[in-house]
């Protein structure tokens, strides 16, 4: 693949290309958002995998039903847990529950957290690519001037 130099481009191309960026950058951040809302839900899910350790059975607890929402649940089994593996599905671990709903969560959460890296190093070059753009962009409108300018001179 070869460079092209962004000055040698028609003004409605360096446009296009500023657009393009611009839409995968949203499309990028958007994606960052999501992985690291369910980066979030992982670590919630691993905390309370680490509270419920130290529960009985029997005993009443404030159980999310979202990040805000609490209701009081009775603990039926706590050698008998129910592990969130992402997009709905769920893995039943058994006694004892915890070393293996544990290493699920943390291999989730750091697949997630390496995932999120990865992108973050993706739109930093993506913006510092479209920084480039809008600086040949401007360039490209103050040549088109002062052009523009000689010619009313004329």
Known sequence: ?????????????LKKVH????????QLNDYMRTLSSALERFSVSNSCLEQ???????RTVLAPLTSSLY?????EDVNNV????????????VSPPFPQAQSIMQRKIKELKDTVEKLQATVTQKNRQLETVKEAF????AMIQQQQAKQASK
């Open 52 to 58: 419920l350790k130290t529960q009985e059975n029997g």
């Open 19 to 26: 657009d393009s960026f611009e839409e995968e950058l949203k």
């Open 138 to 141: 401007q360039t490209k409108m």
């Open 82 to 93: 129910l592990v969130d593996i992402g997009t709905g599905y769920f893995v039943k671990r």
């Open 1 to 13: 693949m070869s460079e092209v130099n962004l000055l040698d481009l028609p003004i409605q191309d």
């Open 71 to 75: 209701v009081p649940a009775e603990i």
